[in-house]
């Protein structure tokens, strides 16, 4: 067995699907957010502001190493950018990795983030127009490195259970 990785573009649904993936194949799940949190004692909110962007983005790297150089088998739920810095999209091809990228269309993730912004600096302060066009322009920027993962699940008008089984089916 591998470790298995969810990745693609906040509000894809890596945290929620790797969650409900956890409960069917139990496995561990291990958001990688929570996991940057907790070696910062800060809240991902805390970091981007009392330290910038580019500590978040070393820590995560770090963060994400470590938990890839482990001997156990979990499922991690990576953050949307963690792709895109410090070559980390080169660690998605990994021997002991099996990669999935949640691909959603620019209405879902507007849909979905419109009322999910408060803990995500990157979109926190910005308007609904401001981050339509954010989102289309970002997405198309980090397409390159989400396009690395071995495998990849629309996500778009699919249930949590229906996307969580697709992921199982590609699995077995
Ligand atoms: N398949 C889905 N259908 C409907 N809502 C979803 C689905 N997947 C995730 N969501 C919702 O979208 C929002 C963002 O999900 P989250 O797991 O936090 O995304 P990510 O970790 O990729 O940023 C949450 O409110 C979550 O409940
Ligand atoms: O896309 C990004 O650069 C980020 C996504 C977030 O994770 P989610 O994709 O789980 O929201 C979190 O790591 C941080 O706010 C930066
Ligand atoms: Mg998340």
Known sequence: MKKIILLGYMGC???TIANKLSQIIQI???DLDRKI???ANLSINAIFEKHGE???RKLEHQVFVDL???PEIFIIGLGGGTPCYANNHELLNDEGVFSVYLKASIDTLFNRLSTNK???PLIAGKSNVEMKEFIATHLFERSFYYNQ???K???DDKTIDVVANDIVAILT
């Open 13 to 15: 649904g890596k945290s």
């Open 28 to 30: 561990p799940f291990v």
């Open 37 to 39: 949190e907790e070696k």
């Open 54 to 56: 580019i500590y978040f």
């Open 68 to 70: 890839l150089s482990s």
């Open 118 to 120: 408060s803990k995500r």
């Open 149 to 151: 993962a071995q495998y």
């Open 153 to 155: 699940v629309v996500v």
